[in-house]
């Protein structure tokens, strides 16, 4: 609904500005200050015409690193222009800006263009990771894009891991970058800095 309104156009812009400040408030802070956030881009918001000057404009009033922003594009996103795909994520990788592949494997044509893109990750799509251990199909689908990922030196994320199962096999393959409720659920900011000043301290412990 908000795509056929154009009210993601005002809802997009005030995610990135406000990714952008608690990027500059966390600046300062050991646990925080090397961290990226990354923003969803909707297919709307990526196609305006004005998309890259708008991504700078945000970057410059916050006066952030902009390596500390990822964006996140679905394969959809990307393969409706590749040619204009591939000339802002060019324009905008300059300023400095990362990006990410989300839901990735669920599309057609992912591993015919993404070579040919200017991707920093990809995000394995948690129905595959969801079928680790139940589907054999889906296990060597995940290996296949893990494979591949580090091939071409893409980072690599697997969405939705929730078991012990699900991580052991996704590490064992060459992925070691997760996200899903094994680790966390998703919860306000003031909640996510503790729990990092809490491993924090766990680990100093395990070192000493």
């Known amino acids: 609904m908000a795509e ?9 812009q005030w995610v990135l500005e406000t990714a952008c400040a608690q990027i500059k408030k966390w600046e300062n802070n050991e646990y925080t200050k090397d961290l990226t956030i990354s923003v969803n881009v909707s297919a709307r918001q990526f196609h305006e015409i004005d998309f890259v000057e708008t991504v700078r404009r945000v970057l410059e009033n916050s006066a952030i690193n902009p390596s500390r922003v990822k964006l996140e594009l679905t394969e959809t996103v990307v393969l409706d222009d590749i040619k204009e795909a591939t000339e802002k994520m060019n324009a905008l990788r300059e300023l400095g800006v990362r990006f990410s592949m989300d839901d990735f494997g669920t599309g057609y044509s992912s591993l015919a263009y993404l070579s040919k893109l200017p991707m920093d990750q990809i995000k ?14 889906d296990e060597i689908i995940v290996q296949t894009i893990i494979g591949m990922a580090r091939n071409i030196n893409v980072e690599v994320v697997a969405e939705g891991v929730e078991t012990e199962q699900q991580r052991a096999f996704l590490e064992l393959n060459g992925c070691s970058q997760y996200q899903g409720y094994l680790f966390s659920k998703p919860v306000p900011i003031e909640q996510f800095e503790a729990l990092l000043r809490h491993e924090a301290l766990i680990k100093a412990k395990t070192e000493y």
């Not at 056929?4 to 997009?12: A, D, Q, T, V, Y």
């Not at 394995?124 to 139940?134: H, K, R, T």
Request: glycine fraction near 8%; avoid cysteine.
């Open 4 to 12: 056929e309104n154009s009210l993601i156009l005002s809802i997009g």
């Open 124 to 137: 394995i799509d948690q129905s595959f990771v969801f079928n680790i251990g139940v589907n054999v199909s």
